[in-house]
C-alpha cells in the first residue's frame, strides 16, 4: 500500500503442480485413453466413444474433488523454488490473498521455506472469490472430453458460447457463485 491507502501493486502466483496436473500425461500414454480420444475426434456421439468414455471415467479418476486435489511433491519443490526466486525481486507483501484451496495454502507455506520472512506477513487472507478455475460436474470426470461423450448436451452448449463463457453445470445441491471483482475490492 501506499501512503494513501491505495493498492499500489499486486504480484501473483499460481500453486505447484497438482496430481490434476501429474494426470494428464498419464491419460495421454495410457491405451485406452489413446483409442477413447481417437473415438471422440471421429463420432464424439458414438456409443462406442460413450462405451470408451465410462471405461476412461472408471479407470483414470481422481479420488478427490478439484478443491482437494493435492499438490504434487514435485509442486512443493516448485512452490519453494519460487520463494528462493521471488525473494531477489520483489519486497515481502504487506498482504497476502490465498484461495480457500488446500493446495494454494500448501503453496504458500512452501513458498515460505524458499523464503522465511514471509512468515513475517501480518495479513493473510483467505477469499473464496479467487479461484482459477470452476470445473463443475466435470469435476467428477477430470477430463472434458469425457465429460462432453456422456453429456453431449453440455458440449452443444459449449459450442454456442465457447470456452470463454461456457460454464460446467454445478452440482444440484450447490448454492455457490462465481464472482468477480476489481482490485477496489480487495
Not at 503442480?17 to 471421429?42: C, G, H, T, V
Not at 459449449?158 to 471483482?181: A, N, Q
Request: glycine share 6%; proline share 5%.
Amino acid at each position: 500500500m501506499n501512503n494513501y491507502g491505495e493498492l499500489a501493486g499486486f504480484d501473483i502466483v499460481r500453486h505447484g503442480r497438482s496430481e490434476f496436473n501429474e494426470l494428464r500425461p498419464i491419460k495421454n500414454r495410457d491405451p485406452l485413453y489413446r483409442k477413447f480420444s481417437e473415438a471422440y475426434n471421429l463420432d464424439w456421439r458414438s456409443q462406442e466413444t460413450f462405451r470408451l468414455a465410462l471405461a476412461v471415467k472408471q479407470k483414470l479418476s481422481l479420488p478427490y474433488s478439484q478443491h482437494d486435489t493435492p499438490m504434487t511433491e514435485e509442486g512443493r519443490r516448485q512452490a519453494r523454488a519460487t520463494g528462493v526466486g521471488l525473494q531477489d525481486v520483489i519486497s515481502v507483501p504487506d498482504a497476502v490473498v490465498i484461495s480457500p484451496s488446500p493446495r494454494t495454502m500448501e503453496t504458500f507455506e512452501c513458498m515460505k521455506e524458499g523464503w522465511p520472512e514471509l512468515g513475517e506477513v501480518q495479513e493473510v487472507f483467505c477469499d473464496e472469490r479467487i479461484r482459477e478455475q470452476e470445473h463443475g460436474l466435470m469435476t467428477l470426470f477430470n477430463d472434458k472430453k469425457v465429460f462432453f461423450a456422456l453429456y453431449p448436451r453440455q458440449r452443444e452448449l459449449y459450442e454456442l458460447d465457447g470456452d470463454y463463457f461456457f460454464r460446467f453445470p454445478k452440482k444440484i445441491f450447490s448454492i455457490s457463485s462465481t464472482v468477480i471483482f476489481s482490485c477496489e475490492a480487495i
